[in-house]
T-cell receptor
Framework: KQEVTQIPAALSVPEGENLVLNCSFT??????LQWFRQDPGKGLTSLLL?????REQTSGRLNASLDKSSGRSTLYIAASQPGDSATYLCAVDNTNAGKSTFGDGTTLTVKP | KAGVTQTPRYLIKTRGQQVTLSCSPISGHRSVSWYQQTPGQGLQFLFE???????NKGNFPGRFSGRQFSNSRSEMNVSTLELGDSALYLC????????????FGSGTRLTVV
């Protein structure tokens, strides 16, 4: 059974700081890994999708990496802004699971 | 193109009632998955439908059911509501079954009183 862990559960940083969010998973037989952002009371917005054959994906100030062998993914946010404040979740899609398993998320607060 | 549409956005129901939630996936997407999100349990997988067939099911009681129509729209039904069913219900669509990259709707906030 896949288990996905995100540490830390909460993070507070000053505006402009570069930061890294972590996601670890126990079963490396994955099809892809997806990072989402969720604002309070809202749905999930997809940020980046990394296929199992890829090592990283970039979109603007965001960069996500994937290391299947160690069961880890990181989401790097450059030059953080108050508008980045949200909960960030990672979801792992296992080859044979037929579903994605979500971590509990990291709640990020960027202070002006 | 239009995103994933969930209706209604908010619902208040009484214990013992039943409720039906609707999800229209992105045009061309044939897979619809449902998740329940609560503060204590996080995102929990309910079920997935692909081409009108339930392909995968999470660990929820039989009070939770769903279906998918020929146009890929999906509904989920919860019967005999309990207070613990209060949650944000999220629908996600994808091109292929088994995840493969989700696009989520805004969710339906269900409150059971």
């Amino acid at each position: 059974k896949q288990e996905v862990t995100q540490i830390p559960a909460a993070l507070s940083v000053p505006e402009g700081e570069n930061l890294v969010l972590n996601c670890s998973f126990t079963d490396s037989a994955i099809y892809n890994l997806q990072w989402f952002r969720q604002d309070p009371g809202k749905g999930l917005t997809s940020l980046l999708l990394i296929q199992s054959s890829q090592r990283e994906q970039t979109s603007g100030r965001l960069n996500a990496s994937l290391d299947k062998s160690s069961g880890r993914s990181t989401l790097y946010i450059a030059a953080s802004q108050p508008g980045d404040s949200a909960t960030y979740l990672c979801a792992v899609d296992n080859t044979n699971a037929g579903k994605s398993t979500f971590g509990d998320g990291t709640t990020l607060t960027v202070k002006p | 193109k239009a995103g994933v549409t969930q209706t209604p956005r908010y619902l208040i129901k009484t214990r013992g009632q039943q409720v039906t939630l609707s999800c229209s996936p992105i045009s061309g997407h044939r897979s619809v998955s449902w998740y329940q999100q609560t503060p204590g349990q996080g995102l929990q997988f309910l079920f997935e439908y692909f081409s009108e067939t339930q392909r995968n099911k999470g660990n929820f009681p039989g009070r939770f059911s769903g279906r998918q129509f020929s146009n890929s729209r999906s509904e989920m039904n919860v019967s005999t509501l309990e207070l613990g069913d209060s949650a944000l219900y999220l629908c996600a669509s994808s091109l292929w079954q088994g995840g493969r990259g989700y696009t989520f709707g805004s969710g339906t906030r269900l409150t059971v009183v």
